[in-house]
């Protein structure tokens, strides 16, 4: 036999061209031969079917280890089933026939006049066969996280049956860590999940029983590594699969201290005296426990809730301000489907027409223009000088002599007279008044007032509405 | 039946006839919430939902709910207590079991507080903000300090934890933003907390429960506990004032 490079036979380490490894890789061919001639024949449709070919196999297997009588032919074999399998449907003749002839086809037994033999090669395969179904088996008789922790304590079993002994199992101890990893994982995730179950407790203790029998094992297994000379490569390996397994078996304990405390105070009698300093001192542990102590986190304590054991209590978790959307109206909502529903896409291009500025051209007379510039700074005036008082006096008058409009029109006082002589004085500027002088001598109305006129005949002037005299606030 | 009732004492401060909540007994409160029209008027009903929407820490963050006065006005009574915290006690009888308005006087703010179960109250805040928030609500309500300071956080928390000031001060922050604490302002440079009405409502009476009796090894009878906690004193104290 060829000298191996490492300790441990494995195929990843032997030369290509080597003559074992041209015969194993013949071995996996026959397995696969096998399979694929029986998946032509619809063997692999169902479960149901794999299951009795793998039963088939059996009988084989055991004839050929002497636990049972010689097989003749076929149709021993499918007697043979009937009577040992309680199967309300068993292979057909035919069926059985197609099942030997494939195996004899690819070499696994060997059909002789009087005698099935089974042949070296298919023995190993079955053997493989059902030691894979069996594991399978084991695998999925076990919860989620079940199934990585009983992963991992076979793969120290593998380990142990296989490299122990100088032939490579994979790295199988790898494999364990990341198994370990895997379960620890899916233990956090659904932590909370288990507390807040009623009758997690024999999952939890399963889960720390698992734990334990691995580390055992692990243990175990770094003590056999040592001695192997590729012990170095390992170092790393073996430090963080026991630091992986140090915190799997503290989260599991952590677990099952917080539950049993919980269940435990359930049975203790309702009293009422409190502790302050007893309740300080959990709050601080609060903030961060340690993994295996019995303190539930904040997290962990909303699960406890979550039992509801007292009555109402998982509702009554936390008052959170609350955050809601601004309401949404029917119309709204209408109005938005409405627009889904005929929304057509806009094909054409948006052309953006350019929009010409046009000039045109208005003609006025000279006149009309003077009046309406007249009128514009006769708005300005007006808005300077109160015209008021004098505008409404001439609503009712015609004409009147100059004194009798600023005294009737406003009061005696000096300063009124002044504000209502320039507002006349305005007005007659805007042409909506004129001042005559007194042609006819009429008699002048005397008035009581404190202030003179600089000449006798000032205040005698008619003033007198224009024709199309208007007052400005109703000429809009 | 009486916890819920007590409930609705604790929801503000100020009451000024506590009795009206005890006489009738709301039996079927998510009925009453469809029928929450005929309790209120239009306009307090329109109030109501302004507050619900106004407590939205994402809408006006930091600046929760709406002030005292900005409610009466919005009821048309303006300087009326008793239309005041009549309104308060009608919401909260009607729907005590989801939601309840509290009234923080010192901060002048009426906020609307949502009941979360025990379940979906894991994603609110993390872990180590509820300890924090525990913690400040164990020193302010039960000892009555006036504030927590940063430090004295840190020494509580943090003994057993490494990179705790980082910690602590990461888990600070969703309290302040949801409007649980607020910074106190001390003469010291010393940073410095202190709990808002939601900060004091936010544990419930199941919680708080369960946290005493997890310290204590043992079942505790559910009005002690919130004695403890001063619950009671709360409505004690609008009562006196």
Known sequence: MEKMDSGLISIFQSQESAPEIMQTMKDISSLAGVLSDLGAQNFFQTPGEILKFLRLIQLLNEEALGLDDPIENAETVFYRYRNRYDDTEPPSKKRVEQIINVLVKNNWISKQTRKIKLRDVGKRMMDALIRLANDSLAYYMNDDIGRSLFQARRDAEISEAYDDNGISGGNKIASMIRNVENAIALLRERELEMLADRNALPQLELIHQLMKDLEVKLEERFRQFQTVEDSLVLTDLMQKGTAVLAEGTNLSLGMINKYVKFTNMQKTPLTSTIQPEKVRTFISKMFDPPLDSDIPNAHQLLSFMEQNQYEDEANDGLWIPVKFAAPLSRVAIEEAIEYLETYEPVIDPIVDEEEETEYSSEEMSEEDMERLMGESNWLLTKNMIDTKAIEGYFEKQEEAPLEQVIIEATTDQWSDAINALTAISALVGSKKLSVTTDEQKRKRKEYEKKWEWMKDGDGSGIVKKRTFFRRDDKSE | MDQELLKKELSFEETTNPNESIEEINVNPLNVMQSIRGILTQEE?????????????????????????????????????NRFFSFITRVNQAISRYFQLIYDGKRDQVVALMRVPAHSARNTLSKESLAILLYMFYQQEVLQHE???????????GHETKKANQRVLLNIDPLKKIGAIEDYETNSSE??????????????????????????????????????????????KGEGE
Do not use: C, P, W
């Not at chain 2, 929760?64 to 207590?81: H, I, T």
């Not at chain 2, 429960?209 to 310290?215: G, I, L």
């Open chain 2, 45 to 81: 009903e329109l109030t109501f939902m302004n507050i619900l929407f106004s407590s939205s820490a994402s809408i006006r963050s930091g600046n929760f709910g709406l002030s005292r006065k900005e409610v009466e006005k919005q009821l048309g009574a303006l300087g009326d207590d």
């Open chain 2, 147 to 157: 504030f927590t300071l940063f430090d004295q956080l840190l020494d509580a928390l």
């Open chain 2, 191 to 236: 940073r410095a907390f202190q709990l808002t009405a939601i900060g004091v409502h936010l544990f419930s009476d199941s919680f708080l429960r369960r946290t005493a009796e997890f310290s204590q090894s043992n079942q505790l009878n559910k009005e002690e506990v919130l004695k403890f906690f001063k619950r009671y004193n709360l409505y004690q």
